[in-house]
Each structure stands twice: as C-alpha cells, then as structure tokens.
Nanobody
Framework: QVQLVESGGGLVQAGGSLRLSCAASGSIFNINTMGWFRQPPGKQREFVTTITSIGRTEYADSVQGRFTISMDNAKNTVYLQMDALKPEDTGVYYC???????????????WGQGTQVTVSS
C-alpha cells in the first residue's frame, strides 16, 4: 500500500510564502513523477507543477516564476515553495505521484488527501 501525505498548508497574506511537503510512503519500488494540483473554491482541479525523478520540471503559467518544486529522492518527498502568493492561489492543494510499488509492479497514479492554502488580500 502506498500513501501520499501532504503538510504545510495554512493562511497567509498576499505577498507571503508557504512551503508544502508531500511524503510518499509504503511499499515503494520507484517513483517517476511527483507534482501538485490545486482546486480553487467552486472550480475544477487544475495542474500546478510536476517534477520527474531526474529533475525535469513543468509549471502552470499562472505560477511560473513564483513557485518552485523540488524532490528529495532519498526521502520520496516533494516540496512546493510558494512565494509572492496571490489571493487567486487559494485552494486545496493535492499531491500527485506516479509510483511503482513492490507488490504491484506497474505504474500507478496516487493522490494525497489535500491541504488547504488560503491567501488573504
């Protein structure tokens, strides 16, 4: 069984910073990609950023230059440094990962439970 557990959400004023973490645990063989999606209030879930195990990154245009994703392969953990936050960054942030477990040796997509980020104006 594989689990993703996020932490680090909270309330921050516009212009401030937050750092999210997501740790993958369980019977992990290897991880291909980890990333973040978010769901603003009343809207659909949207892509934020991803990183591959070799460090290739992609960002949504709306966060490019303000957010930075990084991954610690040894800890199976991905981080999201969010700077210059705006009220429109408010939402539930979900961790996502493509993982092969030791018991199910195929790539499987997993989601975390989500962490709330609220940016006040």
């Amino acid at each position: 069984q594989v689990q993703l557990v996020e932490s680090g959400g909270g309330l921050v004023q516009a212009g401030g910073s937050l750092r999210l973490s997501c740790a993958a645990s369980g019977s992990i063989f290897n991880i291909n990609t980890m990333g973040w999606f978010r769901q603003p209030p009343g809207k659909q879930r949207e892509f934020v950023t991803t990183i591959t195990s070799i460090g290739r990154t992609e960002y949504a245009d709306s966060v490019q230059g303000r957010f930075t994703i990084s991954m610690d392969n040894a800890k199976n953990t991905v981080y999201l440094q969010m700077d210059a936050l705006k009220p429109e960054d408010t939402g539930v942030y979900y961790c996502n990962a493509d993982i092969r477990s030791t018991s199910r040796f195929v790539w499987t997509n997993y989601w975390g439970q989500g962490t709330q980020v609220t940016v006040s104006s």
